[in-house]
């Protein structure tokens, strides 16, 4: 089976642009998750959609915005570009199947570079 | 929002020894899971834990969800240079607020040869 995948896998923008990222899931996998890495403050949850509707949201600004189609694929959209966006953008899928829900897998990352 | 304090931050070892690091957390957690992340790839799924006291293990690796539910321990025996990487501990908690994984900030293993 399949893993989860991500395009692009590397992106440079200039600041106050936009950016799209794309996520394809494990096949069967309805949940879709979306991480922020950066070296100063780690992993951290950007939101998550299941059945196309956003069902969780981390504290980011509303400049990160995403959506879910209905073959589950996803994207997030970065509006209005900073410097401290860089970073890795990790997409992660899981079923949505009592703790089975927790066990994410992720894939190997958009890396973001803003100039 | 909910914190988890993994350590140590990183480890220098030999190749052959035994390793352990631990993560703690202020809160309850009804969920601990286990990934370790390469250079330039995304975390992988090692170890997944539901039950206060359940110890869990994946070949030589063997993670126990700890019994107050506010920690996690990840040992790995006879290590081997494959086993290099950035091991984070995530958890889940039951205090409401986000839905997603907590994450702790990883523990750096390096192998000497």
């Known amino acids: 089976k399949a893993g989860v995948t991500q395009t692009p896998r590397y992106l440079i923008k200039t600041r106050g642009q936009q950016v799209t990222l794309s996520c394809s899931p494990i096949?069967?996998?309805?949940?879709v998750s979306w991480y922020q890495q950066t070296p100063g403050q780690g992993l951290q949850f950007l939101f998550e959609y299941f059945s196309e509707t956003q069902r969780n949201k981390g504290n980011f600004p509303g400049r990160f915005s995403g959506r879910q189609f209905s073959n589950s694929r996803s994207e997030m959209n970065v509006s209005t570009l900073e410097l401290g966006d860089s970073a890795l953008y990790l997409c992660?899928?899981?079923?949505?199947?009592?703790?089975?829900?927790?066990?994410?897998?992720f894939g190997p990352g958009t890396r973001l570079t803003v100039t | 929002g909910q914190q988890l304090n993994q350590s140590p931050q990183s480890m220098f070892i030999q190749e052959g020894e035994d390793v352990s690091m631990n993560c703690t957390s202020s809160s309850i957690f009804n969920t601990w899971l286990w990934y370790k992340q390469d250079p330039g790839e995304g975390p992988v799924l090692l170890i997944a834990l539901y039950k206060a006291g359940e110890l869990t293990s994946n070949g030589r690796l063997t993670a126990q969800f700890g019994i107050t539910r506010k920690d996690s321990f990840l040992n790995i025996s006879a290590s081997i240079p494959s086993d290099v990487g950035i091991y984070f501990c995530?958890?889940?908690?039951?205090?409401?607020?986000?839905?997603?994984?907590?994450f702790g900030k990883g523990t750096h293993l390096i192998i000497q040869p």
């Open positions: 992660a899928s899981s079923l949505n199947t009592g703790t089975l829900y927790y066990e994410q897998y």
């Open positions: 995530a958890g889940h908690s039951t205090g409401g607020g986000a839905d997603g994984l907590t």
């Open positions: 096949s069967g996998h309805r949940s």
